[in-house]
């Protein structure tokens, strides 16, 4: 294994959420059934994280139906500590405002572990994510708008 990142998870949820280290306040969803990342907090903090605004009013599906929302961008995402993390450069994350007064201000989705070993301890309440020798902890997102908005992890 060339690295494991251990986060505790909120023990007092019942849903895998956790704290960005690197990102203070921001807190975060694992969702498994997600395709790509969908931000549910504030633009303004989406903003102070320096992210830049690429699309308006696109259309997407998964949050319990159909949705619109902004496409932006964030510089960079590290999930994990400066020193044992996996960083996203330009991230691209989806806009919702149909998460009113919820608990985490971002989903992120099992697709950005792509190729990547992440367990779920609910016991310990931790979140324990392994990048084996022939990945990389740079995590890359290939996004597609053809046909709404797709996004696709690699490590390349």
């Known amino acids: 294994m060339r690295k494991e990142i251990f986060l505790p998870l909120d023990q007092f949820a019942d849903r895998p959420i956790f704290d960005l280290p690197e990102h203070t306040g921001l807190t975060v969803l694992l969702d498994t059934g997600a395709r790509f990342p969908v931000w549910t907090a504030s633009v303004k903090v989406l903003l102070a994280l320096g992210a830049k605004l690429v699309k308006k ?44 007064d919820a608990p985490f201000g971002l989903i992120i989705s099992n697709t950005m572990f792509h190729n990547l070993e992440f367990t779920i301890n609910d016991k310990l309440h931790s979140l324990i994510i392994r990048v084996p020798d022939d990945e990389t902890d740079v995590r890359n997102a290939i996004v597609n708008l053809d046909n709404g908005f797709q996004v696709l992890f690699t490590g390349s």
């Open 57 to 100: 009013d696109v259309e997407y599906s998964g949050v319990g139906g159909t949705a619109k929302g902004d496409i932006y961008r964030i510089p960079s995402l590290i999930i994990g500590t400066q020193t044992n993390a996996l960083t996203f450069p330009q991230l691209p994350v989806v806009t919702s405002k149909d998460f009113n």
